[in-house]
C-alpha cells in the first residue's frame, strides 16, 4: 500500500494552498483518512479527517473554517484545502489511512511521504 502526497510549497501568509494524497491499492472510500503535520521541533499532530465510509468531517480545533477534507472518488483522492494559511500552518503535511477509525485516531495506519508547506509572514 502506497499513499502519495502532493501540493505542498511556499505561501504567503493569508493565501491558500491545496494537498492531495492518492492511494494505490485500496479504495479511500472504504477508509478512514485524515491529515496529520509535523512542524520543526514538534511532535506530529491531527489536522483533519473523514471517517471510514463517511462524508462526516473531523478538525483540529485551530484549522477549523480555514481548513476543507474532501475525498475525490474519481481520482481515488483526498485533499486537503487550506486557506487563510498563517505562518504556524508550516509544517510537513503527512496523509494517513487507516481500515477503521480507531486504528487512525491511534496512528495505526498507512502513512504518505509527507508535502511540505511553508507560509511566509
Known sequence: VQLQASGGGLVRAGG???LSCTAS????RR???GWFRQAPGKEREFVAALPRNSDSTVYEDSVKGRFTISRDRTENAV???MNSLKPEDTAVYYCASAPTDAKLERRDAFWGQGTLV????
Open 118 to 121: 511553508t507560509v511566509s509572514s
Open 16 to 18: 491558500s494552498r491545496k
Open 31 to 33: 477508509y478512514a483518512v
Open 25 to 28: 491499492e485500496f479504495a479511500f
Open 79 to 81: 485533499h486537503l484545502q
